[in-house]
C-alpha cells in the first residue's frame, strides 16, 4: 500500500492552491510508505531553508505516524521525547507534516510543508493530505 | 566479556514476548561491549522513525553504562549534560535504553527498545535485559 | 536568472513523456541556478537508489555548468579530477545530468534523471532540458 | 508488500546455517521493500567491519532491485556506472546483497552479508534469500 506520483502530484496541486489561497510561498514534499521522496515542489520566493524542513516534516509525520505538532509537543524540555529531533538524520517536529491515509484508512505515505507560520504550514499540508 | 548472538537472540525473543503481552509493536536492538549491533529486529507495523531510535538508545545505554533514561535526566536545560545528545553521531536520551550485565555484573551490552510510549519501551527493554 | 517552478514542471513532464516513450520508469530532479532542488518526481516503480542519485546529478550538472558524463571522462583513474565524487556530499558523474539554460544561453539551473541505462538516463534528461 | 519479521528471520536463520556449513562468520541484515532494516544478526567472532558493509549490500540490492555484484560490474573505472558507490549514504557494490521475491515474483526486500570472500558471502546470502 504505497502512494502513487499520480496520487502525490494531486496532493502537491491542492497544497499549492491553498497556499497561493493565503498568501504564502511554500516547499511541499510527498512520501512514500517507506519514507522516500516521491514528489516536490518549491513555489517561486519560497524559504530556500524549507526546503529541507518540508522533506524532514514528510518522513518525520510517517516514521511515527502522527502530525509532527504531535511529536514536537512530547519533545519538549521535561518531556518524555526531549530531543528526538537528534534520530534518524534529524527530525522536524513543530507542525506541517500530516500522515496521507487511503480510503481504507492505511497509511500509504505523507506530506510536508514549510514556508510560513506553522499553522499556515499545517493548513496546507492539510490541503494536500485531504485532496486524496 | 562480550555478549553472544545466542544470548542477544534470547534478550530479543524476551522483549518481543513482553511486547506482545502488552499489545505494542517494537524495534529492538542489541549491541555488545563495544557498541556495535549484534542483533535487531522490527516487529511487523513498528514505527519506522524508532528503527534508528532503538539502534541509539542501545548504543547511548553502553556508552554511558547507565539507562538512557538517566543521561536524559542530565541533559535538560540547565543540566550538566544539557545537549550532550549531539556526540557520537546523535543520542537518544529518554527511556529504552539498558544495559546488559552478565552474572558477575560485568556489562556485556546493552539493548534499546522504541515503538510505544517510553514506560512501554523501558518495560520492553528490561524484559529482554533481565532474560540472560 | 533562476528556473520558475511552471518551467521546472514543465521540464519534469517533458521528461516523463519520453521516459514512457522508450518504455523506462525514471526519478527526475530539477534545481535552480543555486543547486537547490526545485521539483522532483519519482515514476510508480522506479529503482528506489535513483532518487539519490537524480538528486545528485542534478546538482552536479549545475556545480560545474556542463554534463555529467563530462565530468565523469575526467575524474577516471589517471584523470585530472579523478575521485572528485568525494566531494560536495557526493557527486554522481556518468550521464543523465544537464544544465538548463534560459533563450538567452544563461544556465537557470540543471536536470538529473536516473532508473535506467545511462543512455536512456542522458536521453531522458535532454527531453526535460529541451523542453523549456 | 513487504517482508514480514519471521520471514526475515526465516533467512536469517537459513543463512546462519549455510554460513556455519562452510565455516564462516558472518554479518547478515535483512531490509524491507522500503529498504529499510527488519532484522539483523553478526555472528559471534564475524568482522565487525562488515556490520555496516552487510546493511549496505541489503540496501543497494534493493535500491537497483539486483545482485550488488552486477552493480559493480557496471561500476569499475570506465565502467558506465563509474563511483555510483557515492550514492545513498554509500553503496557496497560487491557480491553478497540479493533481492527477496515472495511466490508472485514481486521484489519484498533484500538480503545482504558480509564476512568473508565475496563467493562466501553471496553464497550465505542466496541460501537465506531461496529459505523463503
Not at 79 to 106: A, C, K, M, V, W
Request: proline content about 2%.
Amino acid at each position: 500500500m504505497n502512494i502513487t506520483l499520480a496520487q502525490a502530484e494531486k496532493a502537491i496541486t491542492a497544497a499549492q492552491e491553498k497556499a497561493k489561497a493565503i498568501d504564502t510561498k511554500m516547499n511541499i514534499a510527498v512520501v512514500d510508505a517507506g519514507a522516500n521522496l516521491v514528489a516536490f515542489a518549491r513555489m517561486d520566493g519560497a524559504w530556500l531553508g524549507s526546503l529541507d524542513i518540508s522533506i524532514k516534516k514528510a518522513k518525520t509525520a510517517r516514521f511515527f505516524d502522527m502530525n509532527t505538532g504531535l511529536v514536537g509537543e512530547l519533545s519538549q524540555p521535561g518531556g518524555s521525547l526531549y530531543n528526538i529531533e537528534h534520530s534518524n538524520g534529524g527530525l522536524i517536529t513543530f507542525p506541517g507534516g500530516i500522515p496521507i491515509t487511503n480510503s481504507n484508512g492505511d497509511i500509504i505515505g505523507a506530506i510536508g510543508v514549510s514556508g510560513s507560520s506553522v499553522d499556515n504550514d499545517h493548513a496546507v499540508a492539510e490541503a494536500g493530505a485531504k485532496a486524496l
